[in-house]
């Protein structure tokens, strides 16, 4: 009778654990906690988050104000610096900390944009390709090989040159440089998952094409493309900052950290903060959501958890 009841207790923990899972947003951060890269790669986003929304708060200065007497001063710990400007100031006396800060707001917009057009039209295209078939399909994967055959940014700034150097064309000319990322994920996944039992009991009970591609293929297909717009935002904005850099993208005096690359290379020997700072920005924040972006792979992916 003891040992009826010690196996009992034994197995009250497996049954409560069987009738109360644990909850599904529990269960992601676990799993995303456990790669530490990706954490501080979340920290990190989110301090830019921050440093964007309340950049006219955070930032000592305006980015567009020049002082004539602080030119290409030093930062703060260094000989002729001071803590009024803490990383220094460019070459016409412009604050390159509230440049900086300002330019997370920038950079942080155009890789939304990006996102959220390529994502949009890639889901569109690749959700209709993977689930008609045929002469579409064809037709909607070739193109999308003839522009992944051609190099990126040489693309992007084929582009920009048509439609004429702006922020608003490099926005869009990237979008269309990463659809077919988007494109063909999607359409694997809607392959994948079209041939599973679920989808034949949505088809017999009746439901119509629109349907059953967004509303039964669709949500089971959104993991991969969660994963692969976290890594679309550091593409965007690295190919944003590229673009600025060549003087196709954002003009001055915006303050985006490509133009603060290419307006102060000049003064690369002569004032290496000016040309540092804007880099390691670019280089951290597109670090930031690569890490990320590992993290939500490893999270969402069901091989990847023990």
């Known amino acids: 009778m003891n040992e009826v009841v010690v196996i009992k ?29 990706a954490v501080v790669g979340l920290y990190f986003i989110a301090g830019a988050i921050l440093c964007a929304i309340f950049a006219d708060i955070i930032a000592p200065h305006s980015p567009f104000n020049q002082y004539r007497s602080a030119i290409l001063q030093p930062p703060f710990w260094m000989e002729g610096g001071n803590t009024e400007f803490i990383l220094g100031t460019d070459d016409v006396g412009r604050d390159i900390l509230s ?8 950079s942080l917009f155009v890789g939304v944009i990006v996102v959220t057009l390529s994502l949009a039209a890639g889901i569109v295209l690749g959700v209709t390709a993977g689930y008609f078939g045929g002469f579409y399909e064809t037709v909607v994967m070739r193109l999308m090989d003839i522009m992944l055959a051609l190099p990126s940014l040489l693309l992007a700034m084929a582009i920009v040159a048509i439609l004429g150097p702006s922020l608003q064309n490099a926005i869009l000319a990237i979008a269309i440089v990463v659809l077919p990322h988007y494109v063909r994920l999607t359409r694997a996944s809607i392959i994948a998952e079209k041939t599973k039992d679920y989808v034949t009991a949505s088809r017999v009970s009746g439901a119509g094409p629109i349907r059953m591609m967004f509303n039964v293929l669709l949500p089971n297909c959104m993991a991969p493309l969660i994963v692969q717009a976290t890594l679309g935002f550091s593409a965007a904005i690295l190919d944003a900052a590229a673009l ?3 003087g196709m993208g954002a003009h001055p005096p915006t303050p985006e ?10 003064f690369i020997q002569g004032a290496w903060w000016v040309v540092t700072f804007p880099g ?3 280089l951290l924040t597109v670090l930031a959501f690569n890490l990320a972006g590992d993290g939500l792979r490893d999270a969402l992916d069901p091989k ?3």
């Open 280 to 282: 390691v920005a670019i």
């Open 9 to 37: 207790e034994k197995n009250i923990p497996i049954i409560e654990n069987e009738i109360n899972p644990p909850h599904p947003l529990k269960e992601f951060w676990k799993y995303f906690s456990e790669n530490r890269g």
């Open 257 to 266: 950290w490509g133009a603060m690359l290419a307006n102060s290379l000049q």
């Open 304 to 306: 990847m958890k023990r």
């Open 99 to 106: 440049r900086l800060i300002f330019g997370a707001r920038l």
């Open 244 to 246: 600025g850099f060549l």
